[in-house]
Structures are given as structure tokens and as C-alpha cells.
């Protein structure tokens, strides 16, 4: 089992910056790719970036592109998401999640661990 604990949501201006953190407990934390995942209300769950095991890339979905990186840290066993340049349609539940096995992960099934989720809100 791997536990996850998402932090650092919050309220901010368009054009703002927050610093996602989720903290994973349990199995070798080096052994699982971490992805990020946000949910707006009314919509599906879109994948938005994901970092691969130690000592493997990342990659970021478009509409995130150059304003959000994704990064872990072994020595604390987190993954962080630095969010630039908010806008008020990146408001969403942001949701951390572990996984291994697939090359190219984006989709909700390519993960088997999930945190509770942080709220994001951007106002115009």
C-alpha cells in the first residue's frame, strides 16, 4: 500500500502561483511513477503531469505547458507541482496518484494509489 497526502491548495488571483506538495508513505516511494490529476466541478478527471521513477523524466499535458513543473524529491518521498501564470479555469480538486508499469501514464487506470485531493481556486 501506498498512502498519499496532498497540500497546498488554496484561493489566488489570475496570474498567481501556488506549490502543490503530496507526501507518500508505504512502499519504496522510488519505485512508483507520481502523477497529478485535477477534477473541476461537473467535468471528468484530466490528467496534468506526471514524473517518472527515480531518475525518470516528465511530462506535462498542454494546456499546462510552460506555466506548471512537476518534480519529486526521494529524500522526503514527495512530489511537488509549482502552478505559474493561474488561470481562473485551472480551478479544479488537484489529485495525487502512484503508479508503475506503463510507459506513458495519463490515463486514471495507469494509477493504483490516489490521495484525498486539494482544492485550487483561481479568481479572475
Known amino acids: 500500500q501506498v498512502q498519499l497526502v496532498e497540500s497546498g491548495g488554496g484561493l489566488v488571483q489570475a496570474g498567481g502561483s501556488l506549490r502543490l506538495s503530496c507526501a507518500a508513505s508505504?512502499?519504496?516511494?522510488?519505485?512508483?511513477?507520481m502523477g497529478w490529476f485535477r477534477q473541476a466541478p461537473g467535468k471528468d478527471r484530466e490528467f496534468v503531469a506526471y514524473?517518472?521513477?527515480?531518475?525518470?523524466?516528465?511530462y506535462v499535458t498542454d494546456s499546462v505547458k510552460g506555466r506548471f513543473t512537476i518534480s519529486r524529491d526521494s529524500a522526503q518521498n514527495t512530489v511537488n507541482l509549482e502552478m505559474n501564470s493561474l488561470k481562473p479555469e485551472d480551478t479544479a480538486v488537484y489529485y495525487c496518484?502512484?503508479?508503475?508499469?506503463?510507459?506513458?501514464?495519463?490515463?486514471?487506470?495507469?494509477?493504483?494509489?490516489w490521495g484525498q485531493g486539494t482544492q485550487v481556486t483561481v479568481s479572475s
Open positions: 508505504g512502499r519504496t516511494f522510488s519505485d512508483y511513477t
Open positions: 514524473v517518472r521513477r527515480s531518475g525518470g523524466g516528465t
Open positions: 496518484a502512484a503508479g508503475r508499469g506503463v510507459f506513458h501514464p495519463t490515463l486514471d487506470s495507469d494509477y493504483d494509489y
